[in-house]
């Protein structure tokens, strides 16, 4: 693997969403678009050079 060779990061949103109590049960769909939304401006700020994001979502 090489500096251009981004590297592959797998998101599984319900243990992402679900480990901080703010009311995303009201909301799941909400709560998922959020944080791909979030993922999508941010990215993965530890990760230096390019990224692959995959955001696994329910239903």
């Given at each position: 693997m090489n500096a251009n060779t981004p590297v592959l990061v797998v998101v599984d949103a319900a243990n992402v969403v679900g480990s901080v109590p703010d009311g995303w049960w009201r909301d799941r769909r909400g709560a998922a678009e959020r944080?791909?939304?979030?993922?999508?401006?941010?990215?993965?700020?530890?990760?230096?050079?390019?990224?692959?994001i995959v955001l696994?979502?329910?239903g």
């Open positions: 944080l791909r939304d979030r993922l999508a401006s941010e990215g993965v700020p530890a990760v230096s050079g390019p990224v692959e696994v979502v329910e």
